[in-house]
């Protein structure tokens, strides 16, 4: 089992930036490539951006392209998401999930364990 805790979500002004983090309980961190998706009012859940174990590969929407950026530090469990030159489209739930092995993936279903979810609101 993986838990993962997502924190840094909050209101801000649009222009502005946030820095997500998700944190992994368990020692097998490294074995699971990441992934940030977001759910917005009355919309699905959608991909953001998704990381590799190594950090070598990472993949964007073409929403947050060039705006946000995921890393991942394996020695402390955590994966983060800069969010840069916020809209307030950008406004919703952000869930971070873990994938079990394997390369990066857009793909809800192919995600093994998520988080409970930060808020992020961009105001106009």
């Known amino acids: 089992q993986v838990q993962l805790v997502e924190s840094g979500g909050g209101l801000v002004q649009a222009g502005g930036s946030l820095r997500l983090s998700c944190t992994a309980s368990?020692?097998?961190?490294?074995?699971?490539?990441m992934g940030w998706f977001r759910q917005a009012p009355g919309k699905e859940r959608a991909f953001v951006a998704a990381?590799?174990?190594?950090?070598?590969?990472?993949y964007y929407a073409d929403s947050v392209k060039d705006r946000f950026t995921i890393s991942r530090d394996n020695a402390k469990n955590t994966v983060y998401l800069q969010m840069n030159s916020l809209k307030p489209e950008d406004t919703a739930v952000y869930y971070c999930a873990a994938k079990y092995l394997g390369g990066v993936s857009s793909s809800l279903g192919d995600y093994d364990y998520w988080g409970q979810g930060t808020q992020v609101t961009v105001s106009s």
């Open positions: 368990g020692r097998t961190f490294s074995s699971y490539a």
């Open positions: 990381i590799n174990w190594s950090a070598r590969m990472t």
